[in-house]
Every structure is written in structure tokens, then in C-alpha cells.
């Protein structure tokens, strides 16, 4: 079973950045789409970047023009830049992969790195 790798969170501070990194412990193949989504106790897991396999970008609303989102498809490594954080960007944030191919499909999840910002 492939795991999700995730690493780069950690606290800062309001205004700063951080740069969340997830790299699958194994090869993938057939990658429709990688993602982070985040979560919050209490909450639902909310989707917060995608970057589908055509090459198409979304981006929540609440993180659009702060974050970037960035896959090397050679790896398949997937990152995710956030800048000027707010208090409201503290979750748990999640790394996830989706693909298949003729005979299987996957839906990977990494275990979650905390994000916390506060001063």
C-alpha cells in the first residue's frame, strides 16, 4: 500500500509562509489528480488546492492569490506554498492522490501535518 509522505508544516506567524511538501512512498501511476485539503477539529475535511493531471489549477476561495499549488509529475511530488497566513489557516492539512487505471483505482491520503498561525 503506497503512503502519502507529508512534511513542512509547523507554526508561524501570522503574515508568514510555509511550504507544505508530499511525496508518495511508492511509485503511482495513472494520476488524475493531487491535492491538499485541510481540517479542523470539528469540521469537515475542506478541499483547499487540486492539481488535476490535464494541468487544470483550483483553489479554494479562502486561499486563492495566497497559495500555490505544484506537482512535479516525474515524482509526483506535490507542494503547496502559502503566504501571508492568517489565524484562520490552522488545520490539519492533508496531502491526497487519486488515479487508477484499467483494472484498479486508489484514493491515497498522507496522515496529516498541522499548520498552525498564531503570534
Known amino acids: 500500500q503506497v503512503q502519502l509522505v507529508e512534511s513542512g508544516g509547523g507554526l508561524v506567524q501570522p503574515g508568514g509562509s510555509l511550504r507544505l511538501s508530499c511525496a508518495p512512498s511508492?511509485?503511482?501511476?495513472?494520476?488524475?489528480?493531487m491535492g491538499w485539503y485541510r481540517q479542523v477539529p470539528g469540521n469537515q475535511r475542506e478541499l483547499v488546492a487540486v492539481i488535476r493531471s490535464v494541468g487544470v489549477i483550483s483553489y479554494s476561495d479562502s486561499v486563492k492569490g495566497r497559495c500555490t499549488i505544484s506537482r512535479d509529475s516525474r515524482t509526483n511530488t506535490v507542494t503547496l506554498q502559502m503566504n501571508s497566513l492568517k489565524p484562520e489557516d490552522t488545520a490539519v492539512y492533508y496531502c491526497?492522490?487519486?488515479?487508477?487505471?484499467?483494472?484498479?483505482?486508489?484514493?491515497?491520503w498522507g496522515q496529516g501535518t498541522q499548520v498552525t498561525v498564531s503570534s
Open positions: 511508492g511509485s503511482i501511476f495513472g494520476v488524475y489528480a
Open positions: 491526497n492522490a487519486v488515479g487508477g487505471s484499467r483494472d484498479t483505482e486508489y484514493d491515497y
